[in-house]
């Protein structure tokens, strides 16, 4: 196997300490490149846990559905990923991984692996109420998003990602709509064509809904799931991500993502609060 | 503290082996008494769990977000419960728990856990997209779950909760509207009032909005996710479960439980599979 060569598989390479893939000590090293101000995405720390959790069961490489819940921001550095399988069967894996940077747990992640080739050639019942959410390429009028924030910090995950976000997203342009939602396209600036161990990142990287209701500033996340429903297909993943109750602070972001030829791919929830310092 | 009288806090009752509550082991003992055709609701036996992971940080006892995976089917019987505390904060603790019976795991357990009184005192911001489903009270035209499945198999559950379904469920009637989604009140029968505790298992007490496709049969919940949003008041929970993307037998279902005051109390999102056997 050739060494990766694009920026997502490098940052997100993880090995296991016994030298051999299955449950037990997987090691990475997180980089600076995927920051949103000074700490690193939570999808990106995200996606370099599941793929550790990928290779713990060698026939369930997929994440079906995965929990992350964020107990410190993560740091540009070595990471330690403690993997264990609770439970392996014929179609599915139950898998924990307990990932720690310098001995404190940043985050905590659950999931249920099996084999996205095994689902689609068991077909089964199909029944979509809605479909993708915006063409599948994004119009010249579709807002870049900058390696800025709103507030004016740096975003280095922006050098790494091509997003761009629907003409009519308002609060970029200073006129939030009201209503919590945003949509986008978004793809890796360096080439690399989205696949399943992209999606947890994918299901983080666009700015939160929130922004639409004029709130902006920090909103981190408590806990993350994200549902893979397909393997993507090459070309755009397109994106809506949307609020419906905020109250007494904690909000709810649910996600959808499409791939080009309008399969949905992923759904993800996250519960996050609104950070008042 | 006198002894539990209601059926629910009876057959979720739990205990610390150490005979101190916090993390560690914990014992309890499912009852049939909840069962769907002959295994326990999901929803009871994730509330057994999150009972033992309320106990292990003494100010952190509610939920704010619970997942489960479900490994095996549980059964009524012994339970052990192995709750680990990964991080416990000023405001938050993060929790897991490994649900098993006979030395088998049934249902791994991955929860952020914090203290509701706190964050209604905190305020913060308060925006709801939509208010509840369905009004406060059921109208008598409401349809009554009877003690039978579609299929004609037994429901213990129907005997200890009152769930009226609105009487514009189709499938009840034999006529799926083609939709899936269902809407219907619920309470336990036996006069015990909703509280955070009973949450976790009212989000899974509802017949599948997939009924409305015309696809009666079992729909196993691979992992449910629950969000607690706020304490319930007294009176009938109004809940509305949908499922919008069903693809290669596999669908999410989201659910959403609104007290007697008209406030979102819950949100859940579950993966299921619509199971051929």
Chains 1, 2 share one sequence.
């Not at 598989?9 to 997180?30: E, I, M, N, Y």
């Not at 392996?88 to 940043?106: D, N």
Request: hydrophobic share 40%.
């Amino acid at each position: 196997m050739s060494e990766p060569t694009f920026a997502f598989d490098l940052d997100t390479a993880v090995r296991p300490v016994s030298g051999t893939a299955g449950p037990g000590l997987w090691v990475g090293q997180l980089t600076d490149r995927w920051d949103i101000v000074d700490k690193p995405n939570g999808g990106y720390v995200l996606a370099t846990a599941v793929r550790a959790m990928s290779g713990a069961v060698a026939n369930h490489p997929d994440p079906f559905t995965v929990t992350a819940h964020y107990l410190r921001p993560s740091e540009a550095g070595p990471v330690d990923i403690d993997v264990e399988v609770v439970r392996t069967g014929r179609k599915l894996s139950t898998i924990t991984a307990s990932f720690s940077q310098g001995g404190k747990a940043r985050i905590q992640v659950l999931g249920t692996f099996g084999d996205l080739n095994e689902r689609i050639e068991a077909g089964g019942a199909t029944h979509l109420r809605s479909g993708a959410p915006i063409d599948v390429e994004p119009p010249t009028t579709a807002i870049h998003r900058g390696a800025t924030t709103p507030l004016g910090e740096e975003m280095r995950i922006a050098l790494q990602t091509d997003l761009r976000m629907h003409p009519d997203t308002g609060w970029i342009v200073g006129k939030p709509s009201g209503t919590a939602e945003v949509r986008g396209w978004i793809r890796f600036a360096d080439g690399r064509e989205p696949d399943v161990s992209a999606l947890p990142f994918f299901a983080d990287a666009l700015p939160p809904a929130l922004f639409e209701l004029d709130s902006l500033g920090w909103v981190p996340t408590i806990e993350l799931t994200v549902h893979v429903r397909a393997k993507p297909a090459p070309g755009w993943l397109r994106c809506v991500m949307s609020t419906r109750f905020l109250a007494d602070g904690y909000f709810e972001e649910d996600g959808e993502i499409w791939d080009s030829r309008g399969v949905l791919v992923a759904q993800s929830r996250q519960l996050g609060m609104v950070f008042r310092p």
